[in-house]
């Protein structure tokens, strides 16, 4: 089944401490992103990869990292996690870099006490 | 810049009867795609319909139908025969063309759309 896969589903955190949630895709997407959403926000981008090895900031990367060492992975760390991080996280992933349909995983849902 | 406007935060519709929710959208590019994602409280995204900005013919999944107005710059979803499980947030999306010529994904801030019996 086409998917894309995130982990942990809920987690809830310290401040400081570092977590990454994985993003895997089996659909050999090229381009990935992660999104964080909150109440009133909407969606909003925080970095995407166009393929391995490429990534940019989106909208709101302060900070979150990524890495693209792999085609169908795609995870978000978060070295030192604050309470403003406390949000849902979203990652999507589309066949190319053109005007296709965007697949979300099933989001992560973060608490930073 | 690209964007996205979903102008109703919220919208309440009677069981059985058609809604619509409003899109528009702002790009200078003429290739794009505009998405609608339906998100009930569970809190997925879930895919619901998608237009090439050079579909001739508005698409059609189901009971949801995109009305695309490109002069207006419009695509508003049009819900017939609303169900209680049409109860959600719908957000309206564009993938267009950035400044680096990568296709980029742009949200609205969504709209929460109530059935009632």
């Known amino acids: 089944e086409a998917q894309v896969t995130q982990n942990p589903r809920y987690l809830i955190t310290v401040t400081g401490k570092k977590l990454t949630v994985t993003c895997s895709q089996n659909?050999?997407?090229?381009?990935m992103s992660w999104y964080r959403q909150d109440p009133g926000l909407g969606l909003r981008q925080i970095y995407y990869?166009?393929?391995?090895?490429?990534?940019d900031k989106g909208d709101v990367p302060e900070g979150y990292k990524v890495s693209r060492k792999e085609k169908r992975n795609f995870p978000l760390i978060l070295e030192s996690p604050s309470p403003n991080q406390t949000s849902l996280y979203f990652c999507?992933?589309?066949?190319?870099?053109?005007?296709?349909?965007?697949?979300f995983g099933e989001g992560s849902r973060l608490t930073v006490l | 810049a690209q964007k996205i406007t979903q102008t109703q935060p919220g919208m309440f519709v009677q069981e059985k009867e058609a809604v619509t929710l409003d899109c528009t959208y702002d790009?200078?590019?003429?290739?794009?795609?505009l998405f609608w994602y339906k998100q009930p409280s569970s809190g997925e995204m879930i895919f619901l319909i998608y237009?090439?900005?050079?579909?001739?013919q508005n698409a059609t999944e189901g009971r949801y139908s995109l009305n695309f107005q490109k002069a207006r710059k419009s695509a508003n979803l049009v819900i017939s025969a609303s169900q209680l499980g049409d109860s959600a947030m719908y957000f309206c999306?564009?993938?267009?063309?950035?400044?680096?010529?990568?296709?980029?994904?742009?949200f609205g801030r969504g709209t929460s759309l109530i059935v009632h019996p």
């Open positions: 237009q090439g900005s050079y579909d001739q």
């Open positions: 790009t200078s590019d003429p290739s794009y795609g």
């Open positions: 990869s166009m393929n391995v090895e490429v990534t």
């Open positions: 659909m050999n997407h090229e381009y």
């Open positions: 999306a564009m993938m267009g063309r950035a400044s680096g010529g990568s296709y980029i994904p742009t």
């Open positions: 999507a992933s589309s066949l190319s870099a053109g005007p296709g349909e965007l697949f």
